[in-house]
């Protein structure tokens, strides 16, 4: 596709258990971030790849949090024994290129909805 | 550490009415750049300014960057009922050139 993909679009997991969340950027772009979105407010960073490389990951909330991007393509994002407050919309978004990422425009997926009960 | 803040979180308006989102930075920012997220939906890139006192307009929406890159502004005019959706800013950490730090947003409501 043209787009950042996302899967699951919705996940529903009870409080203690793992969720995998995936994102497959825009074929060809080197930057990819992770974003928390709580409901009502902006996106908050929570770890950015560049390549394959984990070059910020000051986001993450807990080492419950873990991301990875192995072929500097699609990217993983793990939490592990889910806590009713990890509910939230997790967004990706990609962009072209490496360095300065941040001038760069972010194209955005549709999220994944977590909701922990 | 940086903070965006955006007022007003809401605004209501008829259609027709102009609409304004105002954008302020704790720290001066390099860039910033504007984005909408509809209901439902994900944030879209609408615009990216990088020079002191710039102004960009897209139609009926007007750009502004402050002259010290601290603040911005988003102006509608003649609002529609497609422009309906949570309008935010964003601007770069300074000490990591890779993340966006995003202000909380002005959601938008358009009466018919």
């Known amino acids: 596709g043209a787009g950042v993909s996302q899967s699951p679009r919705y996940k529903v997991a009870k409080r203690g258990q793992d969720v995998a969340l995936r994102c497959d950027p825009i074929s060809g772009h080197v930057s990819l971030f992770w974003y928390q979105q709580a409901l009502g407010q902006g996106p908050e960073f929570l770890t950015y790849?560049?390549?394959?490389?984990?070059?910020?990951k000051s986001g993450l909330p807990s080492d419950r949090f873990f991301a990875e991007r192995p072929e500097g393509s699609v990217s993983t994002l793990k939490i592990q024994r889910t806590q009713q407050e990890d509910s939230a919309v997790y967004l990706c978004?990609?962009?072209?290129?490496?360095?300065?990422?941040?001038?760069?425009?972010?194209?955005f997926g549709d999220g994944t909805r977590l909701s922990i009960l | 550490g940086q903070q965006v803040m955006q007022i007003p979180q809401y605004q209501h308006v008829q259609e027709g009415e102009d609409f304004t989102t105002y954008c302020n930075s704790s720290?001066?920012?390099?860039?910033i750049q504007w984005y909408k997220q509809r209901p439902g939906g994900h944030p879209v890139f609408l615009i990216q300014?990088?020079?002191?006192?710039e102004v960009k307009k897209q139609k009926r929406l007007t750009f502004q960057f402050g002259e010290a890159k601290k603040n911005s502004s988003l102006h509608i005019t003649a609002t529609q009922t497609t422009d309906v959706g949570t309008y935010f800013c964003a601007g770069p950490e300074e000490t990591s050139g890779s993340r966006l730090t995003f202000g909380e947003g002005t959601q938008l409501t358009v009466n018919p």
């Open positions: 300014l990088v020079k002191s006192g």
């Open positions: 720290t001066t920012l390099s860039n």
């Open positions: 790849f560049q390549n394959e490389a984990q070059l910020d």
């Open positions: 978004a990609s962009s072209p290129r490496g360095k300065t990422s941040s001038n760069q425009p972010q194209h």
